[in-house]
Each structure stands twice: as C-alpha cells, then as structure tokens.
C-alpha cells in the first residue's frame, strides 16, 4: 500500500534561518506530488506541484523553493525565512484520477 | 483563472442539527472531490463525484454534484461532535488540485 512520509512534525526557526522541509511517497511510482501552506484557521493555498522529477511548477512567487531529486521524493526549501512563512505545509500525493493522499503535515513557526 | 469558491466560512450548529456546505467553480470540473480535516490533522479524502447531477451518499453524508458540473454541496443530516471539522471541496486543474478555502464546522453541544 501506498504512503506518504512528511517531516519534522513541529519545526520552530528564527527569521532568516533556511528551511527545508522533506516528504517521501513509498508504494508508487510517478507520482503528482504537492506543497500546500495553510495558515491557521484558513484554506489550502498551493506552493509548488511537480509531476515528475525535476519538474516543478510554482504557484505562488515567494521566497520559497521546491525539488524533486528522485520520483518519490519532494523537497521545500527556503535560504532566509520571513515571519510570514509560519504556517502549517502540507506535502499530498496524487495517482491519475485518484484522490489526494496527504502526509501528517509540518507545522512552522517562525520567530 | 480557475477559482473554487466555498460557503460558508464557518457554521455553528446544535448537535443534531443538519449541515451544508457549497461549493462553486467559475469553469466546468471534469470531477469534484470532498475533503475533511479534523481540527490538528490533515485533509483526508471523502468521496468523489464525476458525473452530471451525481448524488452520493455516506451514511448521515450527502454528496451532490450539479447539472454543469460547476457546483457541489455537501450535506450532513444530525450532526454529531465526531463532525467537527473544516470540509474542503477540490477541483483537478490540469496537474494541479485546486481547493475551496473550507467550511468550518462547529458543533454546540
């Protein structure tokens, strides 16, 4: 069966510090895989998708980044963090016409 | 470009009381698919609906999907305290997955 890895859970990092933010799909292969940022109490807003490796289509302009360095793994990234990066990122998966596996969810706090 | 849009942004209900939620997209969906995310967890899939004036139901759960397939509603029928939670409707966009900023559930006891 498939899975979805996402970590850490809880991260808290001083503004300017980098980020990266690792997530691991394991039982398929190909996957479309996903970044969404959801701020509290708010929707998803998606950041990056990638539909291959080293395919990255960017949402959003921000000082953000993403990877994909091999099929099943997706990387977010940032060289100096703002305060208005805090939020809750959430890596998801997805296969054709399936349904979005999420992974548990980074929750980042930035001070 | 493509918008899905969500009413309303929250909804206090009494236990027991029934519950919906709208949804709507400025072009046609090929599909719609429901989301619910407990508070603290992470969105997990419910249903999916394809076809034109689809309705589907999970148990105290109605999904329907409209004749042109560019609006859904999700309606729960007495709700209960397990309901609490923010419910997402999502439309495919080429390779992306576009969300509806969520309904909020609240249930008074």
């Known amino acids: 069966s498939q899975t979805i890895h996402q970590w850490p859970a809880t991260l808290v990092q001083p503004v300017g510090s980098p980020l990266s933010l690792e997530c691991t799909v394991e039982g398929t292969s190909n996957p479309n895989l996903y970044w969404y940022r959801q701020a509290a109490g708010r929707g998803l807003q998606l950041l990056f998708y990638s539909i291959g490796i080293d395919q990255i289509s960017s949402e959003v302009p921000q000082n953000l980044s993403a990877s994909r360095p091999q099929d099943r793994q997706f990387i977010l990234s940032s060289k100096k963090l703002l305060l208005s990066d805090s939020g809750f990122y959430l890596c998801?998966?997805?296969?054709?016409?399936?349904?979005?596996?999420f992974g548990q969810g980074t929750r980042l706090t930035v001070v | 470009g493509q918008q899905v849009m969500q009413i309303p942004q929250y909804q206090h209900v009494q236990e027991g009381e029934d519950f919906t939620t709208y949804c709507n997209s400025s072009t046609t969906l090929s599909n719609i698919q429901w989301y619910k995310q407990r508070p603290g967890g992470h969105p997990v899939f419910l249903i999916q609906l394809v076809k034109s004036g689809e309705v589907k139901k999970q148990k105290r759960l109605t999904f329907q999907f409209g004749e042109a397939k560019k609006n859904s509603s999700l309606h729960i029928t007495a709700t209960q305290t397990t309901d609490v939670g923010t419910y997402f409707c999502?439309?495919?966009?080429?390779?992306?997955?576009?969300f509806g900023k969520g309904t909020r559930l609240h249930i008074l006891p």
């Open positions: 998801a998966w997805k296969g054709g016409h399936t349904e979005a596996f």
């Open positions: 999502a439309g495919p966009r080429w390779g992306e997955i576009i």
